[in-house]
């Protein structure tokens, strides 16, 4: 096992929960080079040692909503805080489901592998707005609500995607018959737009936790509408939906969830879908009904692209290329615009690569001082093979020919799970 030169204050090292405060030490940037620098050879407690923050990048990242709660001012501006040092590792539907097992409390195909919970925790409401119990995955809405505040009181930060059949004709996600247009101020089915974001604004308003001082406030909750929305799969995509008529669904939604549904505990991530930005143009391409600073909180990219993807016919070197060039540029875009760059979904699907997670999505991670600005990285869901009758999985289950190596991208210092986590609601 290598040793490192470690510059630890008298404050010593980050507790493994849920701390209070963020502990701060010295030389916080040359101890994640040099960290960086060993792969995947850190132990547990090295691991733990770099977890102390000190200093705030750049300028301070506050939220586009001037009445974010508290706790939502201090997650964005604490994630700010962990740039350049480490991400936080999220895993969608981690909870409700792994690939051999569904409906048991406490499990999680992530912690069955690395012993620990992921960091961050995807969760989709697609189907909420048709008043219905369970999630177009068959996750119910309630448990799923517990779930975020069992997320939350452990530390851990909830993200929420919204897979919505359309409001006004009911037909689902990937129906790009009929695009946004109707449903828009002074259209048609503007009304069922409102009604399926007022059903969004009653989950949210269930979110509410009591803190230890006896205070209630609903969890902070990075919502990430009308993703992938520069590919033609999705009815608020490219081509069923205009740019413009984009542009004015992101904002009513944002403007409506604000200021009707007084809701101050979100966080906007917009998300572009990596397959259809051409590298020669990101910056333009990636910008493609972009609903403006605003509006928006964190730049995403969703990657599944550039990490195996079945359609992608690019080498690998071509691929490690330009999954580095994706990140290095959306975290150039994001710092000048003051916004928090993040790998908001993707990986790569059933883990044929084995060493996957180090030789793949970490190097690209850590490539450059600009990808290791990314906050965060979530994978996808690992479907239930028996419920689903097909493999459709993005971490390793206990067993998996790609668990050791997980677990080795769980012990690198720049990946933070559950319990590596600084208190992120408390802003110092
Ligand atoms: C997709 C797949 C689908 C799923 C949808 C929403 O990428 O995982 O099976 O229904 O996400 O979770």
């Not at 406490?106 to 008043?131: F, N, Q």
Request: glycine share 8%; aromatic share 12%; with cysteine.
């Amino acid at each position: 096992m290598l040793r490192l030169p470690l510059h630890i204050s008298a404050q010593g090292l980050a507790p493994r929960r849920f701390s209070g405060t963020l502990v701060r030490v010295s030389m916080r940037l040359s101890l994640f080079l040099v960290l960086s620098l060993v792969g995947c050879s850190a132990s547990e407690s090295e691991k733990n040692s770099r977890l102390a923050v000190t200093g705030s990048p750049g300028e301070p990242v506050t939220p586009i909503d001037p009445q974010a709660s508290e706790p939502t001012r201090a997650l964005i501006g604490n994630l700010h805080q962990l740039q350049g040092e480490a991400f936080l590792f999220g895993h969608q539907d981690s909870l409700a489901y792994g690939v051999e097992w569904k409906e048991e409390s406490g499990r999680s195909d992530v912690k069955e592998v690395t012993g620990d919970y992921p960091a961050l925790y995807g969760w989709d409401v697609g189907h909420l707005e048709r008043g219905d119990s369970a999630n177009l995955d068959g996750v119910d809405f309630e448990a799923m609500q517990g779930w975020m505040r069992e997320a939350y009181r452990r530390g851990g930060v909830v993200t929420i995607s919204w897979h919505m059949t359309h409001p006004g004709t009911g037909a689902d996600s990937w129906n790009t018959q009929t695009g946004a247009g109707a449903l828009l101020p002074g259209g048609e089915w503007h009304d069922a737009l409102k009604k399926a974001l007022d059903r969004f604004a009653g989950f949210v308003d269930g979110l509410a936790v009591t803190t230890p001082e006896g205070e209630v406030h609903p969890l902070p909750v990075i919502f990430r509408p009308w993703h992938e929305h520069n590919g033609d799969w999705f009815w608020w995509g490219r081509g069923a939906t205009a740019e413009e008529d984009y542009v004015a669904l992101w904002r009513f939604t944002v403007d409506y969830l604000r200021e009707e549904k007084q809701l101050h505990n979100l966080l906007y991530a917009f998300s572009p879908d990596r397959s259809r930005l051409d590298m020669s143009r990101f910056e333009s391409q990636y910008l493609y009904a972009y609903p403006g600073d605003d509006y928006v909180d964190i730049l995403g990219i969703d990657n599944y692209w550039d990490l195996g993807h079945e359609a992608n016919e690019a080498s690998p070197e071509q691929s490690a290329e330009d999954f580095q060039q994706s990140l290095t540029r959306l975290a150039k875009l994001a710092a000048d615009k003051g916004k928090l760059p993040a790998m908001t979904e993707g990986g790569q699907d059933t883990l044929f690569q084995p060493d996957f997670f180090t030789q793949r999505l970490l190097p690209g991670l850590l490539a450059n001082e600009w990808t290791r600005q990314v906050a965060y990285v979530q994978v996808w869901r690992n479907a239930n093979r028996e419920k689903e009758d097909r493999d459709h999985f993005y971490v390793p289950y206990k067993g998996h020919e790609a668990a050791e190596d997980f677990e080795a991208f769980y012990r690198h210092p720049a990946t933070l799970f559950e319990s590596d986590l600084p208190d992120l609601y408390d802003l110092e």
